[in-house]
């Protein structure tokens, strides 16, 4: 059985606004235990209008490199009874929930999590994003966390090559750095908004009705800092054709054993490097 995860890059911001939260005497947290600390809780997450639960898997140690958990609703349907008993209706009660994986360290492939993708539960990222909405809702949430979909960066260069001097419009929005390493001119200049105009988000859009020349330094380093999960990218052209970054999140599969007598949680925490996409 195969099993299918989307990836998200999770971003940290400061809290700008800590007037009721009491200070640690022992310090802040890192961001890698702040990360520890919240998605070991269990939440009631409301989701457009549906009651969903985060369950954390317990660990038998003090600090796994992954983290393990899942989110998911109530559900019913109407089955029937063997045909020997007169297919007679039947209300089935139960729950389904989504697995999610997380690498909450600082390096550079850290901070990275992935979402089991299962329609009859919801969209895997939507789902996400109202969990760390809840979270960043605590009354102790020193952070506040953002997701980025991790993509795949050709998928945006087949769509520059195929309308190339057509593309009218193209929109980076990005989170401001809080781990990668760069140095390039885009992450120093969300940098210094970050630092110094203290913004969470920065948008660049860019128009043009004789059409954008996405072929430069710049536009290469916005795609490549979208594509690690930093920010999202759309574009449309003379003609109305759209691109979409979140709809292009990177995709990971891996074999689950329906016959071991391990639950699929663990054999997927077992298989977390491969869930995450590591190398």
């Not at 520890?36 to 457009?48: E, G, L, P, T």
């Not at 009874?81 to 997380?102: M, R």
């Amino acid at each position: 059985m195969s099993e299918k995860f989307e990836l998200f890059r999770l971003s940290l911001m400061a809290r700008p606004q800590r007037d009721l939260i009491l200070d640690d005497p022992k310090g802040d947290p890192t961001k890698e235990e702040y990360l520890r600390k919240v998605f070991n809780k269990k939440y009631m997450v409301s989701h457009r209008g549906t009651e969903f639960y985060y369950v954390p898997l317990p660990s038998d140690k003090k600090t796994p490199p992954f983290l393990g958990g899942r989110i998911g609703r109530s559900f019913e349907n109407i089955e029937f009874t063997p045909p020997d008993q007169g297919f007679n209706e039947s209300l089935h009660k139960g729950w389904k929930a989504l697995a999610i994986v997380l690498d909450p360290s600082p390096h550079d492939d850290g901070q990275k999590i992935a979402v089991e993708v299962n329609r009859e539960v919801g969209q895997a990222s939507a789902i996400l994003g109202s969990l760390i909405e809840r979270i960043n809702q605590e009354d102790d949430a020193i952070y506040m966390i953002d997701h980025r979909p991790i993509i795949d960066a050709e998928t945006f260069w087949q769509f520059a090559k195929e309308n190339k001097g057509n593309i009218t419009n193209l929109k980076f929005e990005f989170t401001a750095p809080n781990m990668f390493g760069g140095r390039d001119s885009i992450q120093e200049e969300l940098r210094a908004f970050r630092d110094n105009e203290r913004a969470q988000k920065v948008s660049i859009a860019l128009t043009s009705p004789d059409g954008i020349n996405t072929d430069t330094e710049r536009v290469h380093e916005g795609v490549d800092y979208a594509e690690k999960g930093g920010g999202d990218i759309t574009a449309r052209t003379k003609n109305n054709r759209r691109y979409n970054s979140k709809n292009k999140v990177k995709i990971t599969h891996i074999a689950i054993d329906s016959t071991s007598s391990e639950s699929k949680l663990s054999q997927i925490l077992n298989l977390a490097r491969n869930v995450l996409g590591h190398e």
